[in-house]
């Protein structure tokens, strides 16, 4: 029987970020689950609308339970414990299970738990509250894939290393990606440093947004770079003046904008970037892009 690879699906890695320490200067993160498993058994709706119970028991040829208990077949009782092996056959570690165990393969790709058993057969379709856990490793689907995220990745990086020497370009897609309370470092080779980073650790999803081409930023985002650069160059604060957000006048603050100390940072940001996005707020918006604008100006000139 030939040997065949399952993984897990995308969406069960971990999103926490945790890390492993490797030695006294260097940790690394964990990114993929060190173990999991299938279940061993698993009621569902077949495609053909029958109420089915599959099990998996390796002394038997059939996965499916009523015919595990027949008198006259293996008769293996529905109480029946599994063992150590049975449990060891569903087990991924580090996100993979091999096995050329004609029986195991049957089991793994006929429950909900396989994503190819949501697909229709004979235009009818399955029926569990599961949701799929793994996927049949494909060899040459994945060596497309890998391809494929190489070049986006090399992308990234040589849009990055493009950005070398635009401090301010670096800064405003560092505050883009991580949101306006973000502080970027005020050196270039930081700046490209951290970008390096979260260009190894992203993926796809966050590869896509540093990618995304200036054409195609939102208005929203640029609202959330506007209100990131603003604070960073102490052009507003959002904690000078209680329960406002107040804009820089000489060497004090006058509020701008109140907005309630009782929300939440990211909501009070929310309120601000609403209120500079609409017509009563285009003043203050305009103001702060000039303001934002000298800024910037006086940072290129700087580092040249």
Known sequence: MPVKTYVLLEHTKPTALIYQRVNANQRVRLDKRPVDHAYLKQTFMTHEGKNRTARLKLSCNTIWQDEQIKADGPNIPANEQFTQQERDAVKFVNEILITNNPVVQNYLESIPQYDKWWEPKDGQVGSSDEKPLYTLLDKEVEAKNTNLEFKKRLKAANKVADLEDDLVGMQNLMIRLNGSFFTPPTDPLECQNLLIEFVDDADDAMLDALLKEEKDVTIDEKVTILIGRAINEKIISFDAIPDNVAKRKGDGWIAVKEISSTYTVEERKRYFAEF???????????????????????????KK
Not at 279 to 302: A, F, H, P, S
């Open 276 to 302: 500079i996005s609409s017509d009563n707020g285009k003043l203050l918006r305009e103001d702060l892009e000039k303001e934002v604008k000298g800024q910037e100006t006086i940072i290129n000139k700087t």
